[in-house]
């Protein structure tokens, strides 16, 4: 089986700021979240974890498989999508200039500006991931999780589900909600 959680909230999340690859920690609602979901999903069985490098993932993965025997491997190209130098942005949605607003309602007309990331380059990355290490793991009958992001989770669910890039916002990826996705 193939599994996808986004990490806990975090101040910048309730503050409705694009983090992309800025590295911001879980708040206390966060950790809380990480914990409960810990427990919600302790009965299913998880023989690896994968995990975005950013602290924000990693601490919800080091929470959520608390005192279960199961790796948790950092791997880059489940870092989030980049947003250049819209990260830390407010209220994108608000902000009809701000190129990042047509990711979030034209995700298939999205031209990255400011140093921000393609959705093609997100999914080539998460793409190779899926490709050299989920797909060969769960063929040989494992179990695995993946530890990320909103974006970066939205692009491996279009790939495993095979759903164009306007549907890429579909799934709404809620943080720590558990996805099978295969």
């Given at each position: 089986?193939?599994?996808?959680?986004?990490?806990?909230?975090?101040?910048?999340?309730?503050?409705?700021?694009?983090?992309?690859?800025?590295?911001?920690?879980?708040?206390?609602?966060?950790?809380?979240?990480?914990?409960?979901?810990?427990?919600?999903?302790?009965?299913?069985?998880?023989?690896?974890?994968?995990?975005?490098?950013?602290?924000?993932?990693?601490?919800?993965?080091?929470?959520l498989l608390k005192d279960?025997?199961?790796?948790?491997?950092?791997?880059?190209?489940?870092?989030?999508?980049?947003?250049?130098?819209?990260?830390?942005?407010?209220?994108?949605?608000?902000?009809?200039?701000?190129?990042?607003?047509?990711?979030?309602?034209?995700?298939?007309?999205?031209?990255?500006?400011?140093?921000?990331?393609?959705?093609?380059?997100?999914?080539?990355?998460?793409?190779?991931?899926?490709?050299?290490?989920?797909?060969?793991?769960?063929?040989?009958?494992?179990?695995?999780?993946?530890?990320?992001?909103?974006?970066?989770?939205?692009?491996?669910?279009?790939?495993?589900?095979?759903?164009?890039?306007?549907?890429?916002?579909?799934?709404?990826?809620?943080?720590?909600?558990?996805?099978?996705?295969?």
């Amino acid at each position: 089986m193939l599994y996808i959680i986004r990490h806990g909230k975090t101040d910048w999340n309730l503050k409705h700021k694009i983090q992309g690859q800025t590295d911001i920690p879980l708040n206390e609602q966060g950790i809380s979240m990480a914990i409960e979901a810990g427990e919600r999903y302790k009965d299913i069985h998880f023989d690896v974890c994968y995990c975005s490098p950013l602290e924000r993932a990693r601490d919800t993965a080091e929470l959520l498989l608390k005192d279960r025997d199961v790796p948790i491997i950092i791997d880059d190209r489940l870092t989030e999508l980049g947003f250049g130098i819209y990260e830390g942005t407010e209220n994108v949605y608000d902000k009809p200039d701000c190129p990042l607003r047509e990711l979030f309602f034209n995700p298939g007309g999205y031209k990255p500006q400011g140093g921000a990331e393609s959705l093609e380059d997100l999914f080539a990355r998460t793409g190779s991931f899926l490709d050299e290490i989920a797909y060969p793991q769960v063929r040989e009958g494992k179990d695995v999780l993946i530890v990320g992001h909103g974006a970066m989770n939205s692009a491996i669910v279009c790939q495993v589900r095979n759903k164009p890039v306007d549907k890429f916002w579909e799934e709404g990826i809620q943080n720590c909600r558990l996805i099978r996705l295969m």
